[in-house]
């Protein structure tokens, strides 16, 4: 029992969460360790929402709003840790979610589907097929879904595979804490923030968004400059801790 005055709670109930889907077959093992480097960065930005994470995640919500076909392409760790955060989401954008999986077995599919159908998902169902050019399992991906998505939302993201999305044509937002990464290095837009905090913001800006606010913030989209004012804020926060 983690007692609520504890002071690291929120971060302790998460990792009982990821443990207790990993036990259940939801989360792979090796997604704990990617939570654990995930975390790291997000003590480096003071486990808050900086304002270029809110400027970020306008901008997905603008793209969204554009786009024709999204997709939210949903992991393990995502449905663990957000799947209300993708219930709601959807509700509001009407964005499509499909699973997809580096460790793929249809059991494990099949749990995560219904944890996200629990809290409200409407999951994408259907035969996939191997349409995204890459030797794993994440090429496979539903021809109605991600085959189809003019954009496509890849929280958690593995940097191989958004490469190759982006390959395919395809605008892809992604939310990583790690501003380093191959992932947000390679994404059209990179949200640098923990996934509980980001995914609302883009519900609710996408909710309060016109046309031409969204397309004022397409047009004025450099994921160069949010990356690096990202790192910036890191600079600054490192520099606060050791005043």
């Not at 003590?43 to 808050?48: D, K, M, N, S, V």
């Not at 991600?146 to 929280?155: C, N, S, T, Y």
Request: aromatic letters at 2%; proline letters at 4%; one cysteine or more.
């Amino acid at each position: 029992m983690i007692p609520p005055d504890h002071p690291r709670y929120r971060s302790l109930l998460v990792r009982e969460r990821l443990s207790a889907c990993a036990r259940e077959g939801i989360v792979a093992l090796e997604g704990l360790a990617a939570h654990g480097r995930a975390e790291a960065f997000d003590y480096l930005i003071g486990e808050t929402t900086t304002n270029t994470a809110r400027l970020a995640a306008r901008t997905a919500a603008a793209l969204i709003l554009q786009a024709s076909a999204p997709v939210l392409s949903v992991n393990g760790n995502t449905a663990a840790l957000a799947a209300r955060e993708c219930a709601d989401l959807q509700e509001v954008t009407g964005i499509t979610v499909e699973v997809n999986l580096f460790h793929r077995t249809e059991e494990r599919l099949a749990k995560i589907t219904d944890l996200l159908e629990r809290h409200g998902v409407r999951v994408l169902g259907g035969t996939p097929e191997r349409l995204v050019p890459l030797s794993h399992d994440r090429a496979l991906c539903l021809p109605g879904g991600i085959g189809a998505a003019d954009l496509v939302l890849v929280p958690l993201e593995d940097g191989d595979r958004c490469a190759a999305l982006r390959a395919m044509g395809k605008t892809v937002v992604t939310i990583d804490l790690n501003p380093l990464s191959r992932t947000a290095r390679t994404a059209n837009l990179t949200i640098v923030d923990e996934l509980t905090r980001a995914l609302p913001l883009v519900s609710e800006a996408y909710s309060a968004m016109t046309v031409d606010e969204a397309a004022a913030l397409a047009v004025g989209l450099d994921n160069h400059y949010l990356l690096q004012a990202a790192i910036t804020e890191i600079i600054r926060g490192l520099e606060r801790a050791l005043d």
